[in-house]
């Protein structure tokens, strides 16, 4: 794939990204419109900072629920 680099920033295009997440492109639309995920719409190509998307992954991250805490 191809890695492009803006001003230090990786961005990934819509198609890379819905194929990494193994979600599909619908899903990334959702997303988008729910302004769960920030993007860049150039020429009808939606573009993501890979920095948002993993701030993205990050808030979503939900730790293994340890039960030997309970004891």
Do not use: C, H, W
Request: avoid cysteine; charged fraction near 30%; aromatic fraction near 12%.
């Amino acid at each position: 794939s191809i890695k492009r680099t803006f001003n230090g920033e990786r961005f990934i295009s819509d198609s890379e990204l819905s194929r990494v997440l193994r979600i599909s492109r619908r899903t990334l639309q959702d997303y988008r419109s729910a302004g769960i995920l920030p993007y860049y719409l150039i020429s009808g190509k939606a573009l993501y900072k890979e920095s948002d998307v993993r701030q993205m992954l990050e808030k979503a991250y939900r730790p293994l629920f340890d039960n030997r805490n309970l004891v």
